[in-house]
């Protein structure tokens, strides 16, 4: 089936028309490919994307080892490293790179921060798309329905900040649907490269759909996943098959974020998983990313369930993110683990009665600390505080242990001092409720 074909199959795809803008809305670096065929890919490619009225495009050229670009390679700490360079340097919303492998050229795209929680990121550097090499043989034969899809991507790429670009994103993304849906197949297409293809398309049209997911938006997105899987027999590297799993836990894990339904929790922990066996240790920022959302996951399976299981998996899971979202590398990344981290082995401790898991949880809290300190941030410490005494408080009527209960009063009259100081006055106000109770406990 060919690439139009596939889309026009869905009814209603199309959406109402939108307003038309012509401001030059992102800024986007193309790097000059690697390739082998002394065609000069990337800078063709930087001819035909600079014609999009909505990017200021810019070509960098300076010379640099590209070997990183081999994803057989896994460099991916010099892949980052060197994206995070360029888009500094060149001020760019994103950075388009081209690699050549048996004849076709590979896109991959890298925003800043690709792999910082807890900002949704729905682009890995691995989703990688696939054009044919003949096209940049003679750019005028590029197909106009793919540069439509490259153009999706890139808007659905870049995090908007505020309401408005939020807004415009819309816009644009759902221009872009209907502009897809009413284009001729691209000619020269074979079926080689539609794993790719619907692939990246689900994925545009999941950031297009996601604020307000209908029940025909998961079909639109099913099928096309489900064409990419069914034509996986063309995906060169096991990663591949990674990015499509991911993508079917992202489409179920908005799903249920918005509903709630837990049919769609229990999908978004499977294909999470299904994801996580392709994108292994081998591939570091994957890993780590998709443990992290196994980990909320869990952690509202058990919250729905009751089941113990899911909440040791869920701490599990934030385990393997930590080792990943390290505090030298993401310092805020790591200081947002260790807090979820504290909060579930609290839940842990207490519905195991392990006084060992709540000094876990304290120590992760403490962790936390390291980041939210008194000097510089003292309102955070203070809450950090105030968490610790709660686990002493809830230890201390556990055990019957005046021990705690004297190391609760200490930690939340730390956090009152601070409040007082900042003039908070409802938080104030809470610490003396729990000092309240701790005198009940102690006098």
């Not at 994803?71 to 790179?97: A, P």
């Not at 309401?163 to 994103?169: E, F, I, L, P």
């Not at 799993?245 to 799903?255: D, P, S």
């Not at 003396?432 to 009940?440: A, C, D, P, R, Y």
Request: proline share 3%; hydrophobic share 40%.
């Amino acid at each position: 089936m060919s690439f139009n074909d596939k889309l026009v199959r869905f009814s209603g795809l199309r959406e109402k028309e939108v307003k038309n803008n012509d401001e030059k809305l992102y800024r986007v670096t193309v790097v000059a490919f690697e390739d082998r065929c002394n065609l000069n890919c990337g800078l063709r490619f930087y001819e035909l994307l600079k014609q999009n009225k909505h990017f200021e495009v810019s070509f960098f050229n300076e010379p640099f080892a590209k070997s990183f670009l081999n994803l057989q390679g896994r460099n991916f700490f010099d892949f980052i490293d060197n994206g995070e360079r360029i888009l500094k340097g060149t001020k760019s919303d994103i950075v388009i790179w081209g690699y050549e492998e048996e004849g076709k050229i590979r896109l991959n795209f890298q925003i800043a921060n690709q792999y910082v929680i807890p900002e949704v990121k729905s682009f890995s550097l691995l989703d990688s798309l696939f054009i044919p090499l003949s096209y940049f043989s003679n750019p005028e034969n590029f197909s106009p329905a793919l540069l439509t899809l490259i153009e999706g991507i890139i808007i659905a790429a870049v995090t908007p900040v505020t309401n408005d670009q939020k807004t415009m994103r819309a816009s644009l993304l759902q221009n872009v649907v209907n502009r897809l849906a009413a284009d001729a197949a691209p000619k020269d297409i074979s079926r080689e490269f539609m794993p790719y293809i619907m692939n990246m398309l689900a994925k545009v049209y999941l950031n297009y759909a996601a604020e307000n997911l209908s029940d025909q938006h998961m079909q639109v997105i099913q099928n096309l996943l489900e064409t990419a899987l069914n034509n996986r027999q063309f995906m060169r590297l096991p990663i591949y098959f990674g990015s499509i799993y991911g993508n079917f836990a992202q489409l179920f894990e908005t799903a249920f974020n918005q509903s709630e339904n837990f049919a769609d929790l229990k999908q978004a922990i499977k294909y999470y998983q299904d994801a996580q066996k392709y994108l292994n240790r081998n591939y570091p920022y994957d890993f780590g990313l998709i443990a992290y959302h196994l980990a909320l996951l869990n952690f509202a399976f058990w919250k729905h369930t009751g089941d113990l299981q899911a909440l040791r998996d869920a701490v599990s899971h934030l385990r393997d993110a930590e080792k990943v979202y390290s505090h030298s590398q993401f310092p805020q990344s790591w200081c947002h683990i260790e807090g979820l981290l504290g909060y579930y082995l609290t839940s842990l401790g207490m519905s195991t009665k392990s006084d060992d898991i709540m000094q876990l949880a304290i120590d992760s809290y403490k962790q936390q600390q390291k980041i939210y300190d008194q000097q510089t941030n003292p309102q955070e410490w203070a809450k950090i505080q105030e968490k610790i005494g709660n686990i002493y408080y809830l230890l201390g009527k556990q055990d019957e242990d005046d021990n705690f209960m004297l190391e609760a009063r200490n930690y939340f009259n730390s956090a009152l001092q601070i409040y007082d100081d900042l003039r908070l006055k409802d938080n104030a106000g809470e610490i003396k409720k729990l000092l309240s109770k701790v005198k009940n406990y102690i006098d």
